[in-house]
């Protein structure tokens, strides 16, 4: 048969990423990060964002071109992040995508960066079965997600009403003194804590929001109620238990999000979890998604390590099922969507 090459851009962030996926298999995956930049700031720099991008973007291409061993020429089609990000950043990448597009003459398809969390699994794990329950979290993003289809039919269950699971993270992080971003030393920090030591308030669990908000989640409050903990343990005196608390905030996030999308697959009927997103790396939330799927019965499926964070393989992918699907590529005209929905 005729084999499909297609090349994906991420840029929605601070990750430059490029992925080549020729017939599902992966063949390249390269990322540039301007992270270092940002522990002195406390958080991302949008115009330093955007910079890096446009000084990396080509080096990064011409290494994933390499490394893959294939030339523009071999390439069937552009897939690109066309939102939701940061505007600058997703310019960077979306304007590359044209140029290639334009100057090779195949099509271009613009993508959503949340559904390409999900669309990574299948590099590593195969084929999707024909309905299941993708939960992405991430710095920007909590949600919960039905998808018939990863190239075109995903509807959003639910999501976050204020403080996205990394966003919370990186603001407790903060209120314990870790450097930015926090998510990867409070998950290291927990470790060594006691889970049960303290018990954060889970928010939207119950009460009169129970049956509307039956699959979105709200973070802000439990971000107050370790501020308080630890305000309440200073005034007395007492000593900062860091692991403990490190410990406790995680389980508080992790028994929310593994219950809530498990609860999204019984309700519908799916048989598979896919988890993706930056805040999927949490190894307190892989083993208690594994575990709580394995009680129920449900097929849980989290992509390895690298493929969690922003990624080229991701958009990759998504592009390929986009492009295999028939569905008609975007216009040379497109811009970004900085809100995009799914
Ligand atoms: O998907 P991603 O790379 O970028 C966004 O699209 O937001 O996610 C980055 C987020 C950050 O908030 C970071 O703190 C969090 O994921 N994160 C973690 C871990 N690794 C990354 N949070 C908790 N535990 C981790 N191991
Ligand atoms: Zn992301």
Redesign the pocket.
């Known amino acids: 048969g005729v084999s499909t090459t297609v090349l994906g851009i991420e840029t929605?962030?601070d990750e430059t990423g490029i992925g080549i996926v020729r017939d599902g298999e992966l063949l390249a995956d390269v990322t540039a990060t301007s992270m270092d930049e940002y522990a002195r700031y406390g958080g991302i720099i949008p115009e330093i964002a955007s910079r890096a991008h446009l000084q990396q973007m080509v080096p990064t291409l011409k290494a994933a071109l390499e490394k893959a061993g294939v030339g523009l020429g071999d390439l069937d089609a552009i897939a690109v992040t066309a939102g939701p990000g940061l505007i600058g950043s997703l310019t960077v990448g979306v304007s590359a995508a044209k140029s290639l597009a334009l100057a090779l003459g195949i099509p271009l398809y613009g993508v959503n960066h949340i559904i390409g969390h999900l669309a990574v699994d299948q590099l590593a794990s195969g084929p999707f079965p024909e309905s299941f329950i993708g939960l992405v979290v991430?710095?920007?993003h909590s949600s919960i997600l039905h998808v018939r289809d990863i190239a075109g039919d995903v509807t959003e269950l639910g999501g976050t009403l204020d403080d996205a699971a990394?966003?919370a993270?990186?603001k407790v992080g903060r209120l314990l003194g870790l450097p930015y971003?926090?998510?990867?030393h409070?998950?290291r920090l927990s470790r060594t804590g006691n889970r049960d030591a303290i018990r954060f308030p889970r928010g939207l669990e119950g009460g009169k929001n129970k049956a509307r908000h039956r699959y979105d989640f709200s973070f802000s409050g439990l971000k107050t109620a370790v501020a308080r903990y630890i305000e309440g343990l200073e005034e007395r005196g007492e000593e900062v238990n860091v692991p403990d608390i490190a410990a406790g905030f995680t389980e508080a996030i992790t028994d929310t999000l593994t219950d809530k999308a498990l609860r999204a697959c019984e309700d519908k009927g799916c048989d598979t979890l896919v988890v993706g997103?930056?805040?999927s790396?949490?190894?307190r939330l892989r083993e208690l998604a594994a575990q709580r799927g394995a009680e129920r019965g449900i097929n849980v499926r989290i992509p390895a390590l690298r493929y969690c964070?922003?990624n080229g393989a991701m958009i990759a992918a998504l592009g390929y099922s986009v492009a295999v699907s028939g569905r008609a590529p975007s216009a040379l005209d497109i811009t970004v969507d900085t809100n995009m929905p799914l």
């Open positions: 929605s962030c991430s710095g920007g990394g966003e993270f990186d971003p926090g998510g990867p409070i998950d997103g930056g805040f790396a949490n190894s964070t922003d």
